[in-house]
C-alpha cells in the first residue's frame, strides 16, 4: 500500500478555494496541496497560499497546466463559476486529471458523499452541487429510503456576508442544480429549492429545512422515517462536524383541503403526511467565521470525494 499522499490543485483563491487549501493543510489524511490558482495576484487567498509554502499562479487554468508541479497533480478541484468551469473542465480533463466540481455547472454527475459516493469513484468530473444541496438532500435520501416521496422542498438560509460574489454569480445555477439533484439523487419525485441570503447582522448561521410530502399513514412508518433521518444526519456529521438536527423529525398530517395537487408530478397519488426537517450547519472557522457554515459544508464534502477517491487508489497499489 502506497503511504505517497495524492497531490491536487485548488482553481479559485476565492473564500471556497482558501477554506478548501487550509482544509487540506490541517486535516487531510490522503491528499497535499500542491497548487492554488487564482486570477487576481492581489487575492488573500493566493496570499495565504504563499505564506503555507503552496505554489500559486494567478494566470487561471491556463497558468496552472504551466506549473512545473501540473505534471504530479492527479485531482483538481474547480471553486470558481458555473460558467468558467465548463471551459476549465474542457482544458484539463482531456490532460488525465480528475476534477472535482465546487460550482453548480454540473458537468459531471451530482455527488453527496453521505449519499452517493461509491457510485461515482471513478467518475473523471463529479459535481458538488450546491451548499444547500449537501446540507438537505442526504435528508431526502433518507426519508426516500423508507418511503416515496411525492415532492421536496428545501430552503436554505445563509448569512450574506459568508456568500462572494462566486456564489452571489450562481444564484441561479443554483436553484437549478439543487432542484435536479433532489430527484435525481435525493429519490424524490419533484423538487424545490428556495437560497436565502440574510443580511442580519450579526451574521445567522446556516439554517436549512427540508419538507417531504409523503404516504406514511401509520406510527411504525413515522418511526422509520426518524430513524433513518437521525442517521443520515449522523453519517453527514462524521465529515461535517456542525452538521446537526435543530429539533426532533416533524411529521404532520396533510389536512384534507390543502391543495397539494399543484406540488405533485401528473397522476401521482396524493399524500398523506408531511415530513418537515430542520438543520443547521455551524462552519468550523477554517478561513471565515463559524456562521457560514455552507462554506464549511461545500468544502469538507469536497474534501471527503478527494479522501475517498484518494484511498481507494492507496488500496488497490
Known sequence: MSTTKTKVAIIGSGNIGTDLMIKIQQTAQHVEIAAMVGIDPASDGLARARDLGVATTHEGVEGLVAMPEFADIEIVFDATSAKAHVHNDALLRPLGKRLIDLTPAAVGPYVIPAVNIEEHLDAPNVNMVTCGGQATIPVVAAISRVVDVEYAEIVA?????SAGPGTRANIDEFTETTSAAITQVGGAKRGKA?????PAEPPLMMRDTVFALVNAPDADTHEQIRASVEKMVADVAAYVPGYKLVQQVQITEIPADSPVETLLVEGAER???????FLQVTGAGHYLPAYAGNLDIMTSAGLQVAERIAAAKETAQ
Open 157 to 161: 438560509s445563509i448569512a450574506s456576508k
Open 194 to 198: 428556495v437560497i436565502i441570503l440574510n
Open 271 to 277: 399524500p398523506t403526511h408531511q415530513v418537515s426537517v
